[in-house]
């Protein structure tokens, strides 16, 4: 069965550092999304993307952050500087088109330190 | 702006029980709704997606109900398992919008 990977899934990394977490989506499908889930917290929706193009963000995506699809699989997220505050669980997730059944990858464990 | 809750917070039953878990969103303008299962520490798995135009899902022993108006959904699980002991989690998504989640369940069947 198709299924969205991400890497890795676990980082360590110290403040002011930047980190590129990386997803391979479902193959077929056009929208892709990150979502987090700080510890004992809510998951809360990141950026939506489509079409090589951010489609939707949240407040918490700053300038801190981007999104890119370098070549035709895969799908990164890219914190500039670290803070401490970004430590969490980050989840792609990818969808065939924009209101279809969503599935989302095992996550990545961003620890700040 | 979309908020959503489910009660209860955690449930602990014993095995073979039929059980509810419930899902309320305040914006019944929703275009479809999904519900989840995250086990510890790892990712969300799908398990049932209604749109706004379905009253009903079915999955294997799961069934999922959607009352649009009165914005809620529950999520029914028959004869349950020490295997589906995790936490179950309702996303909403209005037209256009991406996913609100909900804080989700804490399920434990015990043996």
């Known amino acids: 069965e198709p299924e969205v990977t991400q890497t890795p899934s676990h980082q360590v990394t110290q403040m002011g550092q930047e980190v590129i977490l990386r997803c391979v989506p479902i193959s077929n499908h056009l929208y892709f999304y990150w979502y987090r889930q700080i510890l004992g917290q809510k998951v809360e929706f990141l950026v939506s993307f489509y079409n090589n193009e951010i489609s939707e963000k949240s407040e918490i995506f700053d300038d801190q952050f981007s999104v890119e699809r370098p070549d035709g699989s895969n799908f990164t997220l890219k914190i500039r500087s670290t803070k401490l505050e970004d430590s969490a669980m980050y989840f792609c997730?990818?969808?065939?088109?924009?209101?279809?059944?969503?599935?989302f990858g095992q996550g990545t464990r961003l620890t700040v330190v | 702006k979309q908020e959503v809750t489910q009660i209860p917070a955690a449930l602990s039953v014993p095995e073979g029980e039929n059980l509810v878990l419930n899902c309320s969103f305040t914006d019944s303008a929703i275009y479809n709704l999904q519900w989840f299962r995250q086990d510890p520490g790892k990712g969300l798995t799908s398990l049932l997606l209604?749109?706004?135009?379905?009253r009903e899902q079915t999955s294997g022993r799961l069934n999922a109900s959607l009352d649009k108006s009165s914005g809620r959904s529950t999520l029914y699980i028959a004869a349950s398992q020490p295997g589906d002991s995790a936490t179950y989690l309702c996303a909403v998504k209005n037209y256009g919008q991406n996913f609100v989640f909900g804080p989700g369940t804490r399920l434990s069947v015990l043996p």
């Open positions: 997730a990818s969808s065939e088109i924009m209101n279809t059944e969503a599935f």
């Open positions: 209604i749109q706004s135009s379905q």
